[in-house]
């Protein structure tokens, strides 16, 4: 079933495996069901927002969110190449270990060693991505923006997003 509702609606888009052809929108293959029913669900209620995904979230009930998200969860991502390969040394090291100066935590350890994320709705898959579209996530939260207004998550992004310089945020998102 969800692997028909990917196809139907969320293909455009996303990919019908969830491998994303546009930097513009994320891949969603190998991403935790949790996650994507949760950000479906806030579609759909208003929410996150954003006009195209209120509206492609609206017709879907909560069993049609769940096969999607478990539809997606079980695709395997497809990994791209750096834009940029001398930035990946500097994105590892905030990746891996943060900063320590700027009191930036390490990414991995809410998303995972690889940037898998971690089980549940708070800690999404982030490897994997565009670039272009996890730089302008980070921007996003820096300048609260972002249409993800989950307080804990925000507070956290926030922070973090705030601390990273340009420079920073290009690497990392160069790694991711």
């Known amino acids: 079933k969800g692997k028909v509702l990917a196809e139907q609606v969320c293909a455009a888009c996303h990919g019908a495996d969830g491998n994303s052809v546009a930097a513009a929108n994320p891949s969603l293959a190998g991403q935790h069901a949790d996650y994507i029913v949760k950000q479906l669900t806030e579609f759909k209620s208003g929410a996150r927002k954003n006009p195209i995904m209120m509206g492609m979230a609206a017709p879907l009930s909560p ?14 991502i497809k990994p791209r190449e750096a834009a940029d390969k001398k930035l990946l040394p500097e994105g590892q090291k905030i990746f891996k270990g943060g900063v320590a100066s700027t009191k930036i935590p390490a990414c991995m350890a809410c998303h995972g060693p690889s940037g898998a994320g971690n089980p549940g709705p708070a800690y999404p898959l982030v490897a994997g991505q565009f670039q272009d579209y996890s730089a302008r996530r980070l921007q996003e939260y820096r300048t609260g923006t972002t249409m993800e207004k989950d307080p804990a998550l925000f507070h956290i992004m926030a922070q973090v997003s705030n601390t990273l310089t340009d420079e920073e945020i290009q690497a990392l998102a160069t790694f991711l």
């Open 63 to 76: 069993e049609d969110m769940k096969n999607v998200g478990a539809y997606f969860a079980e695709q395997k």
